[in-house]
């Protein structure tokens, strides 16, 4: 029997979707979105560029988004992971906002509260690494 995600990746490995730690349910659910709104890839990805920005300490602060470029200006890793969970079903949202939640805990530990940031931006971006003034 060919399950739905394998019958819809002929174009590139099914592996691409594989995100550690999470069920094969949730995979499936993530291969799902990743052939309609978001692109093959998008949440391993950008999980992994929110694990280097919180292991590192440092902060995505894209400011207003001046060239409305999403890559270049937008919402970061953890905005586009906050999307991909809403797209989700239901019942594979806390799979991965379990896994998105354990990176979240490292960027705590790593970074500090602004108060000069912008208090209607999302919580990430009010953040500032450890030992800026």
Not at 3 to 12: D, F, G, K, P, S
Not at 64 to 69: I, L
Not at 111 to 130: C, F, V, Y
Request: hydrophobic share 35%; glycine share 10%.
């Amino acid at each position: 029997m060919v399950r739905r995600e394998e019958a819809i990746c002929w174009t590139h490995e099914r592996a691409i979707h594989y995100v550690p730690g999470l069920s094969p349910g949730v995979v499936a659910a993530i291969t799902v979105i990743e052939h309609g709104p978001l692109e093959p890839g998008f949440v391993a990805r950008e999980l992994g560029y929110w694990e280097g920005l919180a292991r590192d300490g440092r902060v995505w602060r894209p400011s207003s988004n001046p060239c409305g470029v999403d890559r270049c200006c937008g919402p970061g890793p953890r905005g586009f992971l906050a999307q991909a969970i809403r797209y989700l079903p239901e019942r594979a949202k806390p799979g991965l906002r379990r896994a998105v939640r354990r990176v979240d805990e490292v960027y705590l530990r790593r970074t500090l509260p602004d108060p000069l940031a912008d208090p209607g931006a999302p919580w990430w971006e009010r953040r500032r690494p450890i030992g800026w003034p």
